[in-house]
Nanobody, 124 residues
């Protein structure tokens, strides 16, 4: 099992930036990919971005060009740099780890362990 702890959420004005962090511990050697998801109240949890063990990345269309996912292997931490934030980015963000090999997983069910999440609020 992998334990994940997110941090870095907060309140920012539209057009501003935030950097989310996801610190992993436990069986981190088994992680094939780490992803970020977000979920608004009453809505499905949606894929945002993911990074594989080899640094390959993938983003959902709505954040391409604005968000950047990266990793620091020495710190077992994955980051999500969010620039040009919009009010519609407001929601709870979660990181998750996957042991599924192959293409970058984008489905919720492909991820095994989840953090508790961090709240992002973007004011207009």
């Amino acid at each position: 099992q992998v334990q994940l702890v997110e941090s870095g959420g907060g309140l920012v004005q539209a057009g501003g930036s935030l950097r989310l962090s996801c610190a992993a511990s436990g069986r981190t050697f088994s992680v094939y990919a780490t992803g970020w998801f977000r979920q608004a109240p009453g809505k499905e949890r949606e894929f945002v971005a993911a990074i594989k063990w080899n640094a390959e990345t993938y983003y959902t269309d709505s954040v391409k060009g604005r968000f950047t996912i990266s990793r620091d292997n020495a710190k077992n931490t994955v980051y999500l740099q969010m620039n040009s934030l919009k009010p519609e980015d407001t929601t709870h963000y979660y990181c998750a780890s996957s042991t599924l090999s192959g293409a970058i997983p984008t489905l919720r069910r492909s991820y095994d362990d989840w953090g508790q999440g961090t709240q992002v609020a973007v004011s207009s």
